[in-house]
């Protein structure tokens, strides 16, 4: 049955600084630790637990140069608005507005690059959507203060989000204070500029730093609203849904531990406080956060506008995991679910479960939702089409459309979102591998692995199907 989305749905795409700008060292912006994993912000290879960090930048890492978006935005955003785009996601890359992270004055030519972004993306009325925090900390930040271990980071966020806020505050109305938060646990130098290698950073250390983040989140909230009371202002987590194994009570007992973990950095930016079940880890664990005067009540007093989430996969989980296959995962994973298919690199593809992620949501919270990425990483084929180089990617059209019908189903459901932005709508970099030839664009970016390429812009198929998708409020998926 062919359902239409609302006329106000914000439908789009998304990106981030560190992965598509390029110009890494260009009108004063500083390094951040983008700037310093040349293969990519998790372990590169099997058996590795920390990501190769090089002490300088280095010519093999393409996010140098991204795709340049920084000289090319012009070009890039009419494509987006040829497709219809209501809105676009992209971060500001922070250590361009403070080049260490830690001085008192920032850096005008950072501002004024993204004045011009903004005011071209108001040029087709394009609504921006800012993360302010993308897996791009200053890596000075990283190198003296140990990133978010350290306390110190709190001022030195509140310092450029209040200075981005101030300067963009009739531009910019919607706002995430840190990409995929919860992947802190996980990723900690990509995610938090911490530098101890995972196997000497303590718990307790951990923890600490993710108490920061969500200090720092509240924080910007309540500096967002003061602002601008008009601003509306996301957390930003992984959502990724677990099936038990089996129908073995202690299998679900499992999937409650692991998505408690995730949860956990929802629930207190939703709700205001740590969740008891939290409490029982720590004790567990010999974890005490150490809370400064204050920290409780600005959680409690600056909760977030709306929750938002990236969403390309679903895990399984048993109480015994060693029994069943582990699977690749967007940063975190679980066993292999024996139901579905995988992408290339290993991700399970479930659009079930984002109709699944998006009533849990909605039934925890009640607030509103942004689906702010989901996508298909794939190897594309340029081919000779009628209009030019182009790009056959059925897969990634028929993944879209397969988890567009499962929003589809969770609007009719009940559940109130904002918008969805596809992951990469332009082919960038991965985050996780450092790839180009990870693509999940629908304009294909002529840049290889190996750095070669002229950087042209080429429509793939999904991009007139997307297209279609946006000028039928949806009704073209069901055709
Ligand atoms: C999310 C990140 O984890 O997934 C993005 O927010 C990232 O930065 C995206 O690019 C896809 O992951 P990958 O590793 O395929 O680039």
Redesign the pocket.
Known sequence: MTYTFPKDFLWGG?T?A??FEGAYNIDGKGLSVQDVTPQ???PAKPGDRNPLITEVPTEDNLKLEGIDFYHRYKEDIALFAEMGFKVFRLSIAWSRIFPNGDELEPNEAGLAFYDKVFDELDKYGIEPLVTLS??ETPLHLTRKYNGWASRDLIGFYERYVRTVFTRYKDKVKYWLTF??VN?VLHAPFMSGGIETPVEELSKQDLYQAVHHELVASALATKVAHEINPDFMIGC?V?AMPAYPMSAHPLDQLAVRDFENQNYLFSDIHARGKYPNYIKRFFKENDIEIDFAEGDAELLAEHTVDFISF?Y?MSVAQAHNPEAYETGKG??LGGISNPFLEASE?G?QIDPVGLRLVLNDFYDRYQLPLFIV?N?L?AKDVLVDGPDGPTVEDDYRIDYLQKHLVQVGEALQDGVELLGYTT??CID??????A?LS?R?GFIYVDRNDDGTGTLARYKKKSFNWYKEVIATDGASLYK
């Open positions: 998304a981030a560190n992965q990519g912000g998790i993308h897996y990409n995929e992947s930003m992984i990236s390309y967007n940063i690199w991700w990425e996508g990483g992951w990469g960038l970099v991965s985050a996780s591998t790839q990870k999940y």
